[in-house]
């Protein structure tokens, strides 16, 4: 965003924009100019970066690298297919809430944007894989969305759905991937669904969210390994029980519930001391909780016969 500071009367625009025009860009101007904004992001209004994540302490992956560099196996098991993704439809766009709530509902997208707040987050993404990136998310915390669900004392467990539609995503045709349990589903406690790191994405570099990324809207946990921010989500069910996540059901000694970033456990075919971060060409040390820790460390405090590390 470039903003160029002149007096109101020294701007050309007074001279051909219409009165009520020329006001809101100005309080357009004025808000952009308050709120810290990424630089060279175009912003269609004005949505503010969160203080607690303006600076990921590395720079921010470029837009290009991170819409071409996905995991969506609904597409194939490729890194690109941003291509193959755009046969995703996401308009219209339906939420199903269900499970240990006091009334199911199903609720629009479009409605459901209309009841919460946005912001802007700069956070780290860490891959199992090992690899790394920086994404300007925007969203809400998911706090909000429990909020809007309204759950009973006694749901547990958040249990996350994607679609499960072959006729938009070919990964999920019989056959592509023999034996693969679609749709994705994924899982968190509710403990961890409030805590304030975990944020539900509706946008990234300041544009809706390309549906490589799993538009119209998935889940960010920055802290956890990135199988566990499941993309392209239709439906939150609360349950008394502990969710089986797509990957876990694959191959449970390799993908667990927790799946919290920790460098000293290895995965069983390679370190997670290190990971590539994308775009730099360099290898950094993997931080314990992906660097996160003071926001979520004392969610595990008396959980340590649980393995929270894969
Ligand atoms: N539905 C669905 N969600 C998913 C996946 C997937 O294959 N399907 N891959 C996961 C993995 S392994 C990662 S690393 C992130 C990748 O998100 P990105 O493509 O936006 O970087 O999405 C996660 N969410
Ligand atoms: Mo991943």
Redesign the pocket.
Known sequence: MHVIHRRAWELPEHLVTAEHVFFNRRKFMAAAAASAFLPGVAHANAVPLNPKFQDAGRPVTSEET?TN??????FGSSKRISSIAESLVTKPWSLTIDGEVEAPQTLDIDDLMKQVTLEQRIVR?R???AWS?V?PWTGFPLSQLVAIARPKADAKYLRLE?FNNPDMAPGQKPGFFSSYPW??V?GLTMAEAMNELAFMVTGAYGKDLPK???API?LHTPWK????????VVRLSFTRERPVS??EQLGPQEYGFWANVNPDVSHPRWSQASEEVLDSGERVPTLLFNGYGEFVADLYKDMQNEPLWM
Do not use: A, Q
Not at 69 to 74: A, D, G, L
């Open positions: 991170n560099y996905n995991n969506f196996y609904e993404h891959c199992v894989e990136m994404v994607t749709p994705y994924e490589s990324m799993g998935r390994y990135g199988f566990k921010s499941i993309k392209s797509f990957w």
